[in-house]
C-alpha cells in the first residue's frame, strides 16, 4: 500500500518540520512528506526543505482574506496530492470551512499540556502560573484554536531558575521526539475519533504520554525541615 502524502505547514523556523523530514526519511515510516508549505516567503524553514530535496510551496496569507488565501492554499494541496496535513509552527488561523475538509486528516503541535494555556506565550505564561509540569501536545485540528482531539501529549519539569528560553529549549526537545510519532499513528490508521476524543491503537497507547522524570537532587540534610 502506498504511504499517505503529507503536507508540513509552516511560518517560521521548521525546527518540527526538520523533525518529521528525518523520521519520514527513516525506511519504514509510514507517510511521505510530499510538500513543505509556508504562508511567508521569508521562512527559513523552506530554505532547510529545499536543501532535504521536499518541494516547497508559498501561499502568501498577509493583504489577503482568509477565502483567497485558502482558496489557492486548497487548490495547491490538491495539486500536489496531499492526504494529511501537519501544522508545524504555522501561525495563521484557518477558517472552519477549509478545517471541516481536513476533519481526522490534520494534526497541529502547540508548545503546553493543552487544554492549559492555549494561544501565545505559553512559556511565559506557565512560569507566570507557577505550574511544575509543562510540555506539549500534538492534537487534530478543529475549529476552535488549540481545542481539538488530544492525540499525544509530552510533559517536562518546570525547574527553578528556569526562564523562558530555558523552558521553551526543554519543551522543544520533547515536541521533537512527540510530533514524528504522533503524525505515524495517524498516517498508519492507528488513530481513531470517537466522539471529542482522538484514541490512539492500544498497542501505542502508551507511546502517547512521554513524560520524561524530573531530576532532582535529593535535599542535604540541613535543608531539610524537621
Ligand atoms: C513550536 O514550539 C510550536 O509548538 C509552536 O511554534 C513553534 C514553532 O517552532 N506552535 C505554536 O505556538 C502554534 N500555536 P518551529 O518552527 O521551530 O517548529
Same mark, same amino acid.
Given at each position: 500500500m502506498s504511504k499517505p502524502r503529507v503536507a508540513i505547514l509552516i511560518s517560521g523556523r521548521g525546527s518540527n518540520m526538520t523533525a518529521l523530514l528525518e523520521a519520514a526519511a527513516r525506511p519504514g515510516y509510514p507517510a511521505t512528506v510530499a510538500l513543505v508549505l509556508s504562508n511567508k516567503a521569508e521562512a527559513a524553514g523552506l530554505e532547510r526543505a529545499n536543501a532535504a530535496g521536499i518541494p516547497t510551496a508559498v501561499v502568501a496569507s498577509k493583504g489577503r482574506t482568509r477565502a483567497e488565501f485558502e482558496a489557492e492554499l486548497t487548490a495547491t494541496l490538491a495539486q500536489n496530492r496531499i492526504e494529511i496535513l501537519a501544522l508545524a509552527g504555522f501561525m495563521r488561523v484557518l477558517t472552519a470551512e477549509f478545517v471541516a475538509i481536513w476533519t481526522g486528516r490534520m494534526l497541529n503541535i502547540h +508548545?503546553? &499540556? &493543552? +487544554?492549559?494555556? +492555549?494561544? &501565545?506565550?505559553t512559556h511565559a505564561r506557565a512560569l507566570a502560573a507557577g505550574v511544575r509540569l509543562h510540555g506539549c501536545t500534538v492534537h487534530l485540528v478543529t475549529p476552535g484554536v488549540d481545542e481539538g482531539p488530544i492525540v499525544a501529549q509530552s510533559a517536562v519539569p518546570v525547574l527553578a531558575g528556569d526562564t523562558e528560553s530555558t523552558l521553551a529549549a526543554r519543551v522543544l526537545e520533547q515536541e521533537h521526539r512527540l510530533y514524528p510519532a504522533a503524525l505515524a499513528w495517524l498516517a498508519a490508521g492507528q488513530v481513531r475519533l470517537e466522539g471529542a476524543r482522538a484514541v490512539v491503537a492500544a498497542n501505542l497507547a502508551a507511546g502517547a504520554l512521554a513524560n520524561p522524570l524530573p531530576q532532582f537532587a535529593p535535599l542535604r540534610r540541613d535543608e531539610q525541615t524537621p
Open positions: +508548545p503546553s &499540556l &493543552l +487544554p492549559a494555556f +492555549p494561544g &501565545l506565550d
